[in-house]
């Protein structure tokens, strides 16, 4: 049987690195993409340490516009047909959108959004003529709710979640599967990334998911061929209610939950 291929963006850490274990096990060759080659090297050397078979690392910097076709050209040159993608790379911004820095906002919209489509369009169309392949897009829970003090991540989330629903209605009956997988707050580096380790959100560390049991819900959905899953009962919970919660409500309770716990 021909080995399989998936690749994954932000694979060096968090969701992604349990994304790579999982599929690893399953003797998927990993392309694992980041920004960070000492990152991608320290990936590597574990992965293979735990048994993967093939581990290839490729240096991106996905919040630069012209990053997703050159690492979609890069895979092709290797003559490599990627089975599965994952969209993984992703990151927020903490702090009032009136204070923010209009420049790491558009570069959160770039990141999370345009190399996302990007790459999703790059390897759909090759999915599509060889009519098979798995397409897995990191949303979150943010999706569902307009996020005060993170307005541009939760946004972005949103067309994730929406985005991923409509390809998925669009390449149904072609063989191929688009999932989204909406977590909650997990440990990971986002938060230290986000410059939100003051939020009351993140004060409780033992509040937050595991990557590993993140990974293994987004695994078995995108697996089964799911639409979404939302990982974990409290955030499946907090979704439901959201969904017959006013906007306006919502958006309030997240400003709340979200704001520093010095009041600021």
């Not at 993409?33 to 090297?41: C, D, H, N, Q």
């Not at 149904?172 to 688009?178: A, E, L, Q």
């Given at each position: 049987?021909?080995?399989?291929s998936i690749l994954i963006t932000g694979g060096t850490c968090g969701i992604g690195l349990e994304l790579a274990r999982l599929f690893a096990k399953d003797n998927y060759q990993l392309l694992i993409a980041a920004r960070s080659e000492t990152e991608l090297?320290?990936?590597?050397?574990?992965?293979?340490?735990?048994?993967?078979?093939?581990?290839?690392?490729?240096?991106?910097?996905?919040?630069?516009?012209?990053?997703?076709?050159?690492?979609?050209?890069?895979?092709?040159?290797?003559?490599?047909?990627?089975?599965?993608?994952?969209?993984?790379?992703?990151?927020?911004q903490y702090g009032l959108f009136a204070d923010s820095k209009l420049d790491r906002l558009m570069d959160i919209i770039q990141l999370n959004i345009c190399s996302l489509v990007s790459l999703t369009h790059y390897f759909l169309q090759d999915f599509v003529?060889?009519?098979?392949?798995?397409?897995?897009?990191?949303?979150?829970?943010?999706?569902?709710?307009?996020?005060?003090?993170?307005?541009?991540?939760?946004?972005?989330?949103?067309?994730?979640?929406?985005?991923?629903?409509?390809?998925?209605?669009?390449?149904?009956?072609?063989?191929?599967?688009?999932?989204?997988?909406?977590?909650?707050?997990?440990?990971?580096?986002?938060?230290?990334?986000?410059?939100?380790?003051?939020?009351?959100?993140?004060?409780?560390?033992?509040?937050?998911?595991?990557?590993?049991?993140?990974?293994?819900?987004?695994?078995?959905?995108?697996?089964?061929?799911?639409?979404?899953?939302?990982?974990?009962?409290?955030?499946?919970?907090?979704?439901?209610?959201?969904?017959?919660?006013?906007?306006?409500?919502?958006?309030?309770?997240?400003?709340?939950?979200?704001?520093?716990?010095?009041?600021?």
């Amino acid at each position: 049987m021909e080995q399989k291929s998936i690749l994954i963006t932000g694979g060096t850490c968090g969701i992604g690195l349990e994304l790579a274990r999982l599929f690893a096990k399953d003797n998927y060759q990993l392309l694992i993409a980041a920004r960070s080659e000492t990152e991608l090297a320290e990936a590597k050397n574990l992965l293979e340490k735990e048994g993967a078979k093939e581990v290839i690392t490729i240096p991106c910097d996905l919040f630069d516009f012209n990053a997703a076709g050159a690492l979609y050209q890069t895979v092709k040159s290797k003559g490599i047909h990627i089975d599965v993608l994952v969209n993984n790379a992703g990151q927020g911004q903490y702090g009032l959108f009136a204070d923010s820095k209009l420049d790491r906002l558009m570069d959160i919209i770039q990141l999370n959004i345009c190399s996302l489509v990007s790459l999703t369009h790059y390897f759909l169309q090759d999915f599509v003529q060889r009519g098979s392949g798995r397409i897995l897009n990191l949303s979150s829970v943010a999706a569902k709710a307009p996020g005060p003090w993170q307005a541009v991540y939760h946004a972005t989330k949103a067309f994730v979640h929406s985005f991923t629903e409509a390809l998925r209605s669009e390449v149904k009956d072609k063989g191929i599967t688009v999932t989204a997988l909406l977590p909650g707050a997990t440990r990971t580096d986002f938060f230290n990334k986000a410059e939100m380790m003051e939020s009351k959100i993140v004060q409780d560390m033992s509040k937050l998911a595991d990557p590993a049991d993140v990974a293994k819900d987004g695994y078995k959905a995108l697996m089964k061929g799911d639409d979404m899953v939302v990982s974990g009962i409290e955030n499946k919970i907090q979704v439901a209610i959201g969904n017959l919660t006013p906007d306006e409500n919502l958006a309030d309770n997240t400003r709340d939950k979200q704001a520093p716990v010095t009041g600021k």
